[in-house]
C-alpha cells in the first residue's frame, strides 16, 4: 500500500515545499496523545532517517517512520476547509474508532 495525497493537498503540500527549498518532502505519522491513543502528524521532511518508508507523488516525498507505517499505511491525506479555518484531513483506513473531538483515533492493532 501506501499514503497518497488529494490533489488539493498535493498543491497544498507543494507549495509549503517551495516557500521551504530546504525541506526534503513531507513527514507523516502519528503520536501518542488524546482520549483514544493516536493522533496524525505531518510536517515538512528535515531528514531522512533509517527505516523511513518513501513514497512519492508527483515529486513529492512522503516520509512515515517505521513505528507510524502499520497504523497509517493507505492513508490518503485531503486539505479541506472547516468553518473559517483549513486543515489536512486523515482519510485512515487503520482507524477503526475516533475521540468525540475527531482530535485522536484507535485501531486495531492498539
Do not use: K, Y
Amino acid at each position: 500500500m501506501a499514503v497518497t495525497l488529494t490533489p488539493v493537498a498535493l498543491e497544498r503540500v507543494q507549495r509549503f515545499l517551495q516557500h521551504d527549498p530546504a525541506a526534503l518532502g513531507l513527514r507523516f505519522g502519528v503520536t501518542r496523545t488524546g482520549c483514544s491513543g493516536w493522533g496524525h502528524v505531518a510536517d515538512l521532511a528535515r531528514d531522512s532517517r533509517e527505516g523511513d518508508a518513501v513514497f512519492e507523488q508527483s515529486g513529492v516525498r512522503i516520509f512515515v517512520d517505521a513505528d507510524s507505517l502499520p497504523l497509517v499505511d493507505g492513508t490518503e491525506i485531503d486539505f479541506a476547509r472547516q468553518g473559517l479555518g483549513e486543515t489536512f484531513v486523515f482519510n485512515n483506513p487503520n482507524a477503526t474508532a475516533g475521540c468525540g473531538c475527531g482530535e485522536s483515533f484507535t485501531t486495531g492493532e492498539a
